[in-house]
């Protein structure tokens, strides 16, 4: 007696369960790759901006430096209140949005919004600022975000955020990190 294989068709219900998990299954790692930006270890361009940053790492805040703060929050920073208020909410927002790796991602339309916001608020403002290095790191600031309009370089919004980052330690006592990056002549 000769037996017979039998050959199994799936039919439509198991091609449609193939289907649902395969569709399940992409969409879980595409939410793992984004949600955990894992997509961006593997850029050649991501490699490159770490090695960069950590050519350009911002210096530890040593005894003499935290004195030399310290004046400038009293003096500079007390005269200054209404523009050290919208420093800290600019830096607040650069810590959100470039923050953890997410400056390899960026919003280009909301990063060009807050450059025009800034550049708003500062023209606004400058002629009420006594301090000539204040006035003169808001002016580098105005035009550092005029050049973020129009061309989406990651560079120049990471050195608005390192701006932004002095001055709030300068003008606030920020605290939420022990560096400084000596960007601005207010804090050099």
């Known amino acids: 007696m000769e037996t017979s294989k039998k050959k199994r068709k799936i039919g439509w219900f198991g091609w449609s369960l193939v289907t649902i998990f395969s569709v399940a299954l992409i969409a879980s790692l595409l939410l793992f790759f984004n949600v955990f930006n894992i997509n961006s270890v593997f850029s050649i361009e991501d490699l490159e901006n770490a090695q960069n940053e950590k050519a350009t790492e911002g210096q530890e805040v040593d005894s003499d430096t935290a004195k030399e703060i310290e004046e400038i929050q009293e003096t500079v920073g007390a005269q200054h209140v209404e523009i ?3 420093i800290a909410k600019t830096h607040d927002f650069y810590n959100d949005k470039t923050g953890y790796g997410n400056i390899n991602n960026l919003n280009w339309k909301e990063q060009t919004d807050k450059a025009k916001e800034i550049i708003g608020t500062i023209e606004k403002e400058i002629d009420t600022v006594q301090s000539d290095a204040l006035k003169t790191d808001l002016q580098a600031i105005v035009e550092i ?44």
């Open 84 to 86: 050290g208020d919208f």
């Open 145 to 188: 975000s005029k050049a973020t309009i129009g061309d989406e370089k990651v560079e120049q919004v990471r050195h608005l955020h390192r701006y932004f980052h002095d001055l709030d330690i300068a003008l606030n006592h920020y605290n939420g990190s022990d560096k400084i990056w000596r960007v601005t002549e207010t804090l050099k």
